[in-house]
C-alpha cells in the first residue's frame, strides 16, 4: 500500500483501521509503523474527529427573532422602470448638453475637412473661409 492509498482509505473509512476492509487493515498496519507520513496523516485525522465530536455551540438566546424582527424592518428596494432610468440618464447629462453639442459640432468640421482633402488632394484646404462659412452659417451673420 502506497500513501495515496492509506489517505484515500483514511477519508472515506476514518482513523480506526480495525474497521477497514480485511484485506486493508495488515497493509495500511505495515505502512503506519514505517511511515511518519502516515503517522502524520492518521494523527491529522484523530484530531479532527475530536473536533467534531466536542458539542455544538449554540447561538445565543433569541438571535433569530432579532434577525428576522431586523429583516423586516427593512425597506424593499425600489424597483425602477427603464423609462425613469433613461430619464435619470438624461436628466445627469442635461449640464453637459453644451459640451457635447460642441464636440458633435467640431467632429463636423473635423470630418468636413478631412473629406474634402480626400477627394481632392491637390487642392489646398482654405481653412479661414470654410470658419467664416460655418460661423455665417451657424449664427446667421450677413
Not at 42 to 50: E, S, Y
Request: hydrophobic share 45%; with cysteine.
Amino acid at each position: 500500500m502506497d500513501i495515496v492509498e492509506f489517505e484515500d482509505l483514511l477519508d472515506r473509512l476514518g482513523e480506526d483501521i480495525s474497521t477497514w476492509p480485511v484485506d486493508k487493515q495488515r497493509p495500511a498496519a505495515k505502512l503506519l509503523s514505517e511511515s511518519s507520513e502516515a503517522q502524520d496523516l492518521i494523527r491529522d485525522a484523530m484530531a479532527l474527529r475530536g473536533l467534531m465530536a466536542r458539542p455544538p455551540i449554540s447561538a445565543p438566546s433569541g438571535l433569530s427573532e432579532r434577525i428576522f424582527e431586523r429583516a423586516a424592518s427593512l425597506q424593499e428596494p425600489r424597483k425602477e422602470s427603464h423609462v425613469s432610468a433613461a430619464y435619470r440618464l438624461l436628466a445627469i447629462g442635461r449640464q453637459h448638453w453644451g459640451a457635447i453639442f460642441a464636440a458633435c459640432f467640431m467632429a463636423g468640421v473635423v470630418t468636413g475637412l478631412v473629406h474634402s482633402h480626400f477627394r481632392n488632394p491637390a487642392a489646398p484646404v482654405a481653412i479661414h473661409d470654410y470658419v467664416a462659412y460655418v460661423l455665417n452659417f451657424t449664427y446667421n451673420i450677413d
